[in-house]
């Protein structure tokens, strides 16, 4: 069956960086296109990025813009997101996803990422 | 992009109907017919219930069903049941943007 697998998360000073990884497993990854999606604490769901399945193009949301880089590595079976010049809003809950056409299908436990000084 | 516009809550008792509104713009929810829901507990993952506005995947109870008009899309749940209570979230995509809805949570009372 898929399976998500997060992890990078971790306590950073504003300003700081951090990479994010999710390993997948149970499905033909290279096949996918796929999606990392937040949740601050208490809030809701915020789409964040999306990579199509060879890579070609990368999509974010406009607060992220020039500050994260989505990326995957199709002969390892990992998404990767590459955050830099945190910010306390960044703060929360990053899940990676398997997409199906336009939509997250499958999600992984998610990676807590906390901004703190 | 705005996020798109849910009830923050509704409620209803085991054995009944309810129904979440999702409204959005022509350019996310009226504009294409991708629009999924999420059902999620606390401290877990979301879960996919709806694609492609009616579709339920392999699993999902019939009790969930999708449908849309215009702008708005709609999420109703027939048969209310204890394990039903969750926060659940509509989501569209904008051409080469995605947007969520800020969620409701279902109480069943």
């Known amino acids: 069956q898929v399976q998500l697998v997060e992890s990078g998360g971790g306590v950073v000073q504003p300003g700081g960086s951090l990479r994010l990884s999710c390993e997948a497993s149970g499905f033909t990854f290279r096949s996918y296109g796929m999606y990392w999606v937040r949740q601050a604490p208490g809030k809701g769901l915020e789409w964040v990025a999306f990579?199509?399945?060879?890579?070609?193009?990368?999509y974010y949301t406009d607060s992220v813009n020039g500050r994260f880089t989505i990326s995957r590595d199709n002969s390892k079976n990992t998404l990767f997101l590459q955050i830099n010049s945190l910010r306390f809003q960044d703060t929360g809950v990053y899940y990676c996803?398997?997409?199906?056409?336009?939509?997250?299908?499958?999600w992984g436990q998610g990676t807590l990422v906390t901004v703190s000084s | 992009q705005s996020a798109l516009t849910q009830p923050r809550s509704v409620s209803g008792s085991p054995g009944q109907s309810v129904t979440i509104s999702c409204t959005g713009t022509s350019s996310d929810v009226g504009g294409y017919n991708y629009v999924s829901w999420y059902q999620q507990h606390p401290g877990k993952a979301p879960k996919l219930l709806i694609s492609?506005?009616?579709k339920r995947p392999s699993g999902v109870p019939d009790r969930f069903s999708g449908s849309k008009s215009g702008n708005t899309a709609s999420l109703t749940i027939s048969g209310l049941q204890t394990e039903d209570e969750a926060d659940y979230y509509c989501y569209s995509y904008a051409g080469y943007n995605w947007v969520f809805g800020g969620g409701t949570k279902l109480t069943v009372l």
């Open positions: 996803a398997k997409g199906n056409g336009w939509w997250p299908e499958h």
């Open positions: 492609d506005v009616t």
């Open positions: 990579i199509p399945f060879d890579g070609s193009d990368q």
